[in-house]
């Protein structure tokens, strides 16, 4: 079993930054896919990016060219670069490990997820 802690969330304004970080401990997840989900309030929650365990990523159009997900194997770290933020991009956060290699959209193919961590941008 993996354990996911989400970290960087916070307030900001329209058109700044922030790098969210997920650091796994326990089973090792390097040869697995992770991604990024969000959920905001009334909403679904909904993928945002995903990265192979070889390092290939994908994105959601809502965020393509904007945000960036990384992963430093040997930190057992992934990272989610978001730039030019906009008042839509406010939800809780969460990182997942999927259950396999590969980049998965779907939620149901992702076994461990973090506790979530809050990201606000006012306009």
């Known amino acids: 079993q993996v354990q996911l802690v989400e970290s960087g969330g916070g307030l900001v304004q329209a058109g700044g930054s922030l790098r969210l970080s997920c650091a796994a401990s326990?089973?090792?997840?390097?040869?697995?896919?992770m991604g990024w989900f969000r959920q905001a309030p009334e909403n679904e929650r909904e993928f945002v990016a995903g990265?192979?365990?070889?390092?290939?990523?994908f994105y959601a159009d809502s965020v393509k060219g904007r945000f960036t997900i990384s992963r430093d194997n040997a930190k057992n770290t992934v990272y989610l670069q978001m730039n030019s933020l906009k008042p839509e991009d406010t939800a809780a956060y969460y990182c997942?490990?999927?259950?396999?290699?590969?980049?998965?959209?779907?939620?149901?193919?992702?076994?461990?997820w973090g506790q979530g961590t809050q990201v606000t941008v006012s306009s």
């Open positions: 997942a490990k999927s259950r396999l290699s590969g980049i998965v959209r779907l939620m149901g193919a992702y076994d461990s």
């Open positions: 990265i192979s365990g070889g390092g290939v990523t």
């Open positions: 326990g089973r090792t997840f390097t040869s697995y896919g």
